[in-house]
């Protein structure tokens, strides 16, 4: 999908101001890695949120000198909550549904959507459980059915059915984010990222007509548990994942699965007699010591 790119017969004269860009994705789908790509552009500007940081550090203090554990979690996500409540839409969290206002055509902005295969990402979200508020489960099926807890940040319903409503709800927000808020959007697809991040990136921002002149890898993983990039791209090109699910979960997703959404972004359901009974592999934990609480 890309939508309300820019007409090059329509372009003025290139302006000395960097270029506005706003990046929203779901867990799990590369945001850290494209936004360090893109900071490193002096044609580039991310949103950051801004609002008035009062008393923040203060209480940030407060919280970390009398809160451990999933307690400091709380405190500490509710906190993030009310930074991002001070703000419009343009500085949303990375990981939001994006509230759709003024703020995005005000700074002439340009929005970076990134998706990710709907069995990849709920596997990916089962080891990586960023913010989740249940003790962790080392049994897909069973991450699958439990509802999930979301932060008030996310510009969602606290409570979902599935985790797997994480996806469907931001991905439907994706779609209906350009006419709405009236601003150029691409969509960045997860799988192109990982198998060439220079090629995949450069063509996104060419649709916005921004030159990719500069772009660059991340030099180490962005994240500690992360696999080294031949071994990832080898990973995701062999769709190691698939070994992780079986024909029971396969159809478990298949039920929650928004086919409408998926069908927009060009995944395809995957038949449940395709997979074992048991599975090849089990999921860990790698957000371990703090048991998926990130």
């Given at each position: ?108 902005a340009s929005v970076i959507f990134l998706v990710r295969n709907p069995y990849s990402w709920i596997w990916s979200l089962a080891e990586h459980p960023y913010h989740a508020r249940a003790p962790w489960i080392g049994d897909m099926a069973a991450f699958i059915a439990r509802p999930w807890l979301s932060v008030a940040r996310e ?140």
């Amino acid at each position: 999908m890309e939508t309300g790119k820019r007409e090059h017969e329509d372009l003025t004269e290139p302006s000395d101001q960097p270029r506005k860009l706003k990046v929203f994705g779901e867990r799990n789908t590369a945001t850290r890695a494209v936004m360090q790509m893109l900071r490193a552009l002096e044609q580039v500007s991310l949103s950051m949120p801004r609002g008035d940081p009062g008393d923040r550090a203060q209480m940030e203090a407060h919280i970390r000198q009398h809160m451990k554990g999933m307690s400091l979690k709380l405190f500490m996500d509710a906190l993030e909550d009310t930074k991002h409540a001070q703000t419009g839409g343009m500085s949303d969290w990375k990981h939001a549904a994006p509230r759709i206002d003024g703020s995005y055509k005000s700074l002439e902005a340009s929005v970076i959507f990134l998706v990710r295969n709907p069995y990849s990402w709920i596997w990916s979200l089962a080891e990586h459980p960023y913010h989740a508020r249940a003790p962790w489960i080392g049994d897909m099926a069973a991450f699958i059915a439990r509802p999930w807890l979301s932060v008030a940040r996310e510009n969602i319903q606290p409570i979902l059915y599935s985790p797997m409503e994480l996806w469907n709800i931001k991905l439907r927000r994706y779609l209906d984010f350009p006419t709405k808020a009236g601003v150029p959007a691409q969509v960045l697809h997860f799988e192109d990222f990982v198998q060439d991040p220079i090629a995949s990136l450069s063509a996104i921002l060419r649709g916005f007509d921004i030159s990719p002149d500069g772009l660059a890898l991340v030099e180490a993983p962005t994240k500690a548990h992360a696999r080294a990039p031949a071994q990832r791209k080898a990973f995701y090109a062999d769709e190691g994942w698939k070994g992780y699910f079986t024909s029971a979960t396969i159809a478990q997703v298949n039920e929650l699965i928004d086919w409408e959404v998926a069908a927009a972004y060009g995944y395809q359901r995957l038949d449940p007699a395709d997979f074992p009974e048991l599975a090849d592999r089990q999921i860990i934990n790698k957000l371990q010591p703090e048991a998926g609480q990130g």
